[in-house]
Nanobody, 117 residues
Framework: QVQLVESGGGLVQAGGSLRLSCAASGIAFSYYVMRWYRQPPGKLRELVAVFSSGGTANYADSVKGRFGISRDNAKNTVYLEMNSLKPDDTGVYYC???????????WGQGTQVTVSS
């Protein structure tokens, strides 16, 4: 079956770093646009970073310069490197894979990131 599994979340102090991983199975990974979302407590889910199948990365303004997205197609894995973390970065981080034609979307279960002040 199709499965996206996030890992790497945890508790970290402000200014610290974490590396999230999302391992995919059951999809042609290299053809999917991979995205990271997060949902802070009491807020709506928001887009954090995007890595296209062609190798282009884009970031939300709130994380630009601090976060980096990358992918390893040989391992069917997308990563999110998070540096200089702030308490506002706290939330559940979700991995998403999207294929446009036909439209397909797959989601991971999420991994909790908590940044203490």
């Amino acid at each position: 079956q199709v499965q996206l599994v996030e890992s790497g979340g945890g508790l970290v102090q402000a200014g610290g770093s974490l590396r999230l991983s999302c391992a995919a199975s059951g999809i042609a990974f290299s053809y999917y646009v991979m995205r990271w979302y997060r949902q802070p407590p009491g807020k709506l889910r928001e887009l954090v970073a995007v890595f296209s199948s062609g190798g282009t990365a884009n970031y939300a303004d709130s994380v630009k310069g601090r976060f980096g997205i990358s992918r390893d197609n040989a391992k069917n894995t997308v990563y999110l490197e998070m540096n200089s973390l702030k308490p506002d970065d706290t939330g559940v981080y979700y991995c998403n894979g999207r294929f446009l034609r036909p439209p397909l979307n797959y989601w991971g279960q999420g991994t909790q990131v908590t940044v203490s002040s």
